[in-house]
């Protein structure tokens, strides 16, 4: 009989499920060097936060097939080891969806009537209706920062209470806003004509502090804001000062830059702000259906069924998957290129299997491609299994080719993105140590290996275009790292591809597209 471990507390529902086809043992707050003299015992391995699941425990677990973590992140997981030892990770993507969707509007409504502070002020024996007189959300605008899964339930709900819904998401289609009675519209407007904004984006390089005093200033001074997301979406300091000033009317708060919250000028603005420590998926609720899903998923794993959200790669057979890996790290890399390249939203994504390549399974690198060309914008939200759902919701239409004739490289993997702002295309292939190399970019013959900052010019073939992008980059204390150019003839169009130390200052692409010569330029982050 398998046998699972339990390493933090879960719901009496998922241990209950576990034990229908398993052995289950509970073991809480072990110490890491106990995680690891026990875990060659176990087939399975089901967490929560509080257990760091390292590449040392997952090395010990020579019988493990699956490692759960109830709840969605996956940061405690060391999903790269797991990965290499055929090890599928899940986690519950979805779990938490209507808990946190929930309190963002419990906390727009309570913002509104001032509900927290009139319920204080009455239990400690006062009746100052007049002092706490409040403001409706019918017909009120709505502007809805992100609409996946927890932003688009926020919106319906929303939608039904008598709100019109502005929506800004640069991953999904106008017909999908459509269904969800959203009208797409660019982040100034949004801001300038929201009464209400709520947050449902994860933070990235983009969206840190995308509540910033440039932002705040563009809003209505009735306009109040509601962030159940992720702490540093928000400036804090410029939203107190927003707020204080009366540039806005208010915010309610679930998550912070700096978690607990400690000193902060947020505490000290009364009624105009409601603060919640991280409350987001804290419903019973929510913790029953993490702990359902992730045992259910261990439970189907250890019937040598498939796992519907895995994190790596569900049911793939290690011998396979020692084989692909490489290219899907290939897909993955391409993907991201290509999805910054294109910009905006995304419509249509080609695949090609291209030489050798072209014989192999598809679905696992298509699936990593679409993993890397939506990972930008929502990071760990993204994994193998959900890669083609998320396409599907924002619209993107994604097409498989095989194509054995072409012989440039033993294989190689041809992707093609068009959205709304263009269309781009990027080629790469293996080296011989399996090193990951970018051999075609717009149509362009080029060799470099991706780095993690790149800057990818089009421009006029002429002497000194490159000194003066040279020049230009060392002004901003700017180090390149490597550099090079394709092109098709002399002196015609060609494309400069720079691997950079650090990442592009703020303001310095704009100036490179005013360069003499310089056609376009594309700042990338691998």
């Not at 509900?115 to 209706?129: F, H, T, Y």
């Not at 041809?414 to 190399?437: C, N």
Request: charge should be negative.
């Amino acid at each position: 009989m398998s046998k699972v471990l339990v390493s933090d507390s879960i719901n009496q529902a998922g241990i209950d499920i576990l034990s229908q086809v398993a052995q289950v043992d509970v073991k809480t707050g072990l110490p890491a060097e106990e995680l690891v003299k026990i875990m060659p015992e176990y087939d399975a391995l089901m967490v929560r936060s509080g257990t760091k699941v390292t590449a040392e425990i997952i090395e010990a677990g020579n019988q493990l097939k699956i490692i759960g973590r109830a709840g969605v992140g996956v940061d405690n997981i060391d999903v790269a080891a797991a990965t290499r030892k055929g090890i599928v990770v899940v986690n519950s993507p979805e779990g938490n969806t209507i808990a946190a969707a929930e309190h963002a509007l419990a906390m727009m409504l309570s913002l509104s009537r001032h509900v927290p502070e009139a319920n204080q002020s009455l239990k400690s024996g006062k009746w100052d209706r007049k002092l706490y007189m409040g403001s409706e959300v019918y017909k009120k605008t709505l502007g809805v920062v992100g609409l996946g899964k927890i932003g688009s339930h926020v919106a319906t709900v929303a939608r039904a209470m008598g709100m019109k819904i502005l929506a800004y998401d640069p991953f999904i289609s106008a017909e999908r806003a459509d269904q969800l009675g959203c009208r797409l519209v660019d982040l100034d407007l949004l801001f300038s004509e929201s009464d209400y904004i709520t947050l449902h984006v994860p933070k990235t390089r983009d969206t840190t502090h995308l509540i910033n005093a440039e932002a705040l200033a563009k809003m209505k001074p009735t306009t109040r804001i509601i962030n159940c997301a992720r702490g540093g979406i928000i400036d804090e300091v410029a939203l107190a000062e927003a707020i204080a000033n009366g540039k806005i009317a208010g915010a309610a708060l679930d998550v912070f830059e700096e978690e607990p919250l400690k000193e902060s000028p947020l505490r000290d603005l009364g009624t105009k702000v409601i603060l919640t420590p991280h409350l987001g998926a804290s419903t019973e609720e929510a913790q029953v259906n993490v702990a359902i899903d992730v045992a259910e998923q261990i439970r189907d794993v250890l019937l040598g069924l498939p796992a519907r959200s895995a994190v790596n790669i569900p049911g793939l057979n290690p011998n396979v998957l020692e084989q692909l890996r490489p290219y899907m790290q290939l897909a993955e890399t391409l993907g991201k290129l290509v999805g910054q390249l294109a910009g905006g939203r995304i419509e249509m994504l080609d695949v090609r299997l291209q030489g050798e390549l072209a014989s192999n399974q598809a679905q696992p690198l298509v699936l990593a491609a679409l993993k890397g060309l939506l990972s930008i914008a929502l990071r760990e939200r993204v994994n193998y299994v959900n890669a083609s759902i998320e396409a599907k919701e924002r619209g993107i239409r994604v097409i498989e080719t095989r194509d054995s004739s072409v012989h440039d490289y033993s294989g190689s993997l041809h992707l093609i993105a068009k959205g709304s702002l263009g269309e781009h295309s990027v080629t790469g292939a293996l080296l011989g140590d399996r090193e990951i190399r970018i051999t075609n970019l717009d149509g362009f013959p080029i060799n470099v290996p991706p780095t993690n900052n790149m800057l990818f010019t089009l421009h006029r073939d002429m002497p000194g275009i490159i000194g003066k992008i040279g020049s230009l980059l060392g002004s901003f204390n700017v180090n390149i790292a490597s550099m090079q150019v394709g092109r098709k003839i002399v002196r015609g169009d060609a494309v400069m591809a720079l691997s950079l130390d650090d990442p592009l200052p703020e303001g310095i692409l704009s100036e490179i597209t005013k360069v003499s010569g310089i056609r376009d330029a594309y700042t990338v982050s691998l």
